[in-house]
């Protein structure tokens, strides 16, 4: 479990194919804190640590996770918002979020709102259902808060607002129109869509 709060972000050093895809991932973490087997979550992506070394840490990322998440992530040079997973006693800053993308949004464009940007993103409608104003959303790993939320025939478009303490230590100050980001929506969402759908056919 994580808090969609970032910690620090890391470089893909190397990304091999060995049945699943070994990435090798440079981190500013203390790796003698970090256990063989830890969960530290990669651009919202729960993936467990299998090999470290004094600046890095190696995961094993599968197919089925490839295909569901953005391509881009995966690649060397790649930079990932990364997350220790939450201990007890840990403060909860964002929302709780599990590490599990339920899909990929694509930035339709981005303005300065203020201080702030605004960046607009676009989901299939089946996934559009669990995203409300006010309410929460993990992006590459970072929890925001949706401001806007417009349902098209076959899409849901979505606001988010990123103040400069989020741009400037996370990926998501340099995305762009046409960049694709890692979206899992609230949990709580998901829980309660599925109560009101089991109350609707009962």
């Not at 993103?121 to 925001?144: C, H, M, N, P, Y």
């Not at 899409?155 to 129109?177: C, E, Q």
Request: some cysteine; aromatic content about 4%; overall charge negative.
């Amino acid at each position: 479990m994580f808090t969609g709060i970032i910690t620090d972000i890391g470089t893909v050093r190397s990304a091999e194919q060995r049945g699943d895809l070994r990435l090798t991932i440079d981190s500013a973490y203390d790796l003698a804190t970090v256990d063989l087997g830890a969960s530290i979550a990669c651009s919202g992506v729960c993936l467990t640590v299998v090999d470290k070394g004094a600046d890095w840490f190696a995961v094993d990322v599968s197919h089925e996770t490839v295909s569901h998440t953005a391509a881009a992530r995966w690649v060397a040079g790649a930079r990932l918002n990364l997350e220790r997973a939450l201990r007890i006693g840990d403060e909860l800053g964002g929302h709780l979020v599990t590490g599990h993308v339920d899909g990929v949004g694509n930035v339709i464009g981005t303005c300065p709102d203020g201080a702030s940007t605004r960046v607009d993103i676009e989901v299939t409608r089946a996934l559009g259902r669990f995203i409300a104003t006010k309410g929460s959303v993990t992006l590459d790993g970072v929890s925001l808060t949706v401001n806007e939320v417009q349902d098209t025939e076959a899409t849901t478009r979505f606001a988010i607002n990123l103040i400069p303490h989020s741009a400037d230590h996370t990926t998501l100050g340099s995305v762009a129109a046409g960049h694709s980001l890692n979206v899992e929506i609230d949990v709580l969402a998901r829980y309660l869509t599925r109560l009101e759908e089991s109350r609707a056919s009962a």
